[in-house]
């Protein structure tokens, strides 16, 4: 493990591994030796990197992805941000479009990303960042991986994952060593909004919420839970919880994942 030398506005160690189980586990361990509120650790290479739903696993390969995992220590659950893996999302997705300007790159729509409740960053109709965030007492951990110049999907998920390469074919696309780049960019947005919001989250996750005023499947509680509900994806409350209308009114759910890769399986 070596620390990178670069900017981290939290003002904790960022440090780099080239192979891990898991950037989550790593960050765990680095907890357990008492380091600050902000700390990130990276890798190359994730041996064991694990999605939001039991079972589920980001799959990448060597150097060409982004993995990492900040630490954040607060003091007590009412400190914690409300909202906080939707707030992320925005702050990946703010940075994911900073970091395609600077390739001299468009996707052609505006907003260039979206926000699918509540973890994952899409272009089009296909993921191309997820977030993971866990809890640990005081502590939370925040995982976020982002396919940045893979090319090649494994076959059960061709039509479900993209990158940021495929995404912008027709210009320059971004080279593994560009990941560092994409990291500075998103510690600089997760800071802005954790650390400094303004309170216009809510607003902006809205602007880019995936399937928003469209009629949706989804599935709450656990995946497998077959409790399926479908109406109006009216948008998210105050708490990012997700609002569905079904006859006249919405109806908020705190857990659950919209079932919109069913036609693809």
């Known amino acids: 493990m070596h620390e ?16 891990v189980s898991s950037t989550m586990e790593e960050s765990r361990a680095l907890a357990l030796q008492g380091l600050p509120h902000g700390t990130v650790i990276t890798a190359d290479f994730q041996e064991q990197g694990r ?14 992805n982004l993995f990492f ?14 909202a906080l893996t939707l707030r992320a999302g925005l702050a990946v997705s703010l940075a994911i479009e900073d970091f395609i300007e600077d390739l001299g790159g468009s996707m052609g729509q505006s907003p260039a990303l979206r926000i699918k409740w509540p973890n994952d960053i899409m272009i089009g109709p ?31 998920i061709q039509t479900k994952a993209t990158s940021i390469a ?23 947005q997760l800071f802005q909004e954790l650390e400094k919001t303004t309170g216009q989250w809510r607003i902006q996750v809205e602007e880019r919420l995936y399937m928003k005023d469209r ?5 709450a509680g656990e995946s497998d839970s077959g409790n399926i509900i479908e109406g109006k ?10 609002l569905l209308v079904q006859t006249e009114h919405p109806k908020a759910f705190i857990t659950g994942e919209l079932d919109v890769y069913r036609d693809s399986e």
């Open 233 to 242: 994806l009216h948008g998210i409350g105050p708490a990012g919880e997700l």
């Open 69 to 82: 995992t900040i630490l954040l220590r607060y003091p007590g659950f009412s400190a914690l941000p409300k």
């Open 51 to 64: 999605g939001r739903t039991r079972g589920r696993s980001w799959k990448g390969k060597r150097g060409e």
């Open 4 to 19: 990178l030398s670069m900017p981290n506005p939290f003002g904790a160690p960022l440090y780099h591994l080239e192979t």
């Open 126 to 156: 296909k993921k191309t960042a997820g977030i993971l965030t866990e809890g640990d007492g005081k502590i939370l951990y925040i995982g976020i991986g982002v396919n940045i110049a893979q090319t090649e999907f494994p076959l059960e």
């Open 166 to 188: 495929l995404a912008l074919a027709s210009c320059n696309a971004p080279a593994p060593e560009d990941r560092f780049r994409l990291l500075e960019k998103i510690l600089a």
């Open 215 to 219: 009629h949706v499947r989804f599935i």
